[in-house]
């Protein structure tokens, strides 16, 4: 795919000139930020900020993913052995899961800069000519939501991932013709929720292809003790792991409701997050023992009530409790199906026996 150079953006010039990126001046995370690491057009959640300190710096402090981490440790130990960049790398899997956080790392170990951007902001060719030629040798471009990249953006990636060009159109009609620009080697790392989107010559450019998965609770008490730590809250193992028991397998949550818990002690007077202060504190936020919050209950009753248990189709149920469909299907979904509260049928979702017991309706 060729880009049109008549958009405004002069590759040619971009890559003469790689300190002034004719890209407008990147966003930059306004505190707490590491060296060498800049968000291009910033799409970054409110709670990305917040949870930056948080954020473990090295494969050695990522707990938990353990066959993830060693297959990537692998990858970066041999592309440094190699002198070259690590593959391009695809995770998939829900939100929450550290998709951000291990490219961030892999970065920081190949000893090289982070880009993060993601899909709905590369509406131009221009924004992707401009990212790609401004990159470093090494450096990390993470690309979020990628299955939502338009045709155009995602043909300028092809030549990019296979063969480190950038291939521009000069000129217009029979005469036009196409130069080749070469880029620095660069490693994409692509992250979506839904795998299946994605269309496959994109998906075929991966190398590495990863899915990350729900953590376990004794996992994400030891997320809770060790964020308890940086956030200098003293929290009991018994209180991490009820936080860990309805953080829905997933840390985000998990360090979210740690805040929320500091919160309740901070104004109780509570010198140390016992459990009892940890179930007051989360069941005060209608977070159940499993993690469900009201949300996640009100599907499972609509379903029962409505549907008798279902079949239903996500449309109608979407708007039957007024969400996003894809706000069910990528948030609440994965983990009601995880627990075994919720099927997918070829004719809709079916709640589970488990599910009528947990909101007692069994
Ligand atoms: N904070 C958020 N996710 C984490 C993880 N996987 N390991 C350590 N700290 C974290």
């Known amino acids: 795919m060729a880009l049109i150079s008549s958009s405004g953006f002069d590759p040619l010039e971009n890559m003469k000139n790689k300190n002034k990126p004719s890209l407008p001046k990147p966003a930059r995370i306004p505190k707490e930020k590491e060296e060498g690491e800049i968000v291009v057009r910033s799409e970054v959640q409110p709670e990305d900020n917040a949870e930056y300190s948080l954020r473990p710096e090295s494969l050695a402090t990522y707990i938990g993913q353990n066959q993830l981490k060693e297959s990537l440790g692998i990858a970066i130990k041999a592309a440094k052995q190699r002198k070259e960049p690590v593959d391009h790398i695809l995770f998939y899997g829900p939100p929450g899961l550290g998709k951000t956080t291990i490219s961030m790392i892999i970065a920081r170990e190949m000893e090289a800069s982070i880009k993060i951007t993601s899909a709905p902001a590369l509406e131009r060719p221009r924004d992707i000519a401009g990212i790609l030629s401004s990159l470093k040798p090494f450096d990390v ?91 200098k809250l003293k929290v009991s193992q018994e209180g991490a792991i009820i936080i860990g028991e309805r953080s829905r397998g997933t840390p985000r949550v998990a360090n979210r409701l740690l805040k929320r818990v500091r919160d309740f002690a901070q104004v109780n007077e509570e010198k140390l997050v016992t459990a009892e202060i940890a179930i007051k504190a989360l069941d005060l936020l209608n977070i159940d023992h499993k993690g469900l919050d009201p949300t996640d209950r009100q599907i499972i009753n609509t379903i029962i009530d409505n549907y008798n248990g279902g079949p239903v189709g996500i449309e109608t149920l979407a708007a039957a409790i007024n969400e996003d469909i894809s706000t069910i299907e990528d948030v609440y979904e994965p983990y009601l199906l995880q627990t075994g509260f919720l099927n997918r049928t070829p004719r809709g979702r079916v709640v589970t026996h488990l599910a009528y017991k947990h909101v007692g309706r069994w």
């Open 141 to 231: 471009l993470f690309i979020d939501e990628i299955h939502r990249l338009n045709k155009i953006t995602e043909e300028i990636l092809y030549p990019a991932m296979e063969d480190f060009s950038l291939d521009i159109t000069i000129g217009k009609g029979p005469t036009s013709r196409i130069k080749r620009l070469p880029l620095n080697k660069f490693t994409l790392i692509g992250a979506t929720t839904k795998a299946g989107s994605l269309t496959s010559p994109l998906r075929d450019r991966f190398g590495l292809i990863n899915r990350l998965n729900f953590y376990e609770v004794e996992e994400l008490k030891e997320i809770i003790v060790r964020s308890a730590e940086i956030l």
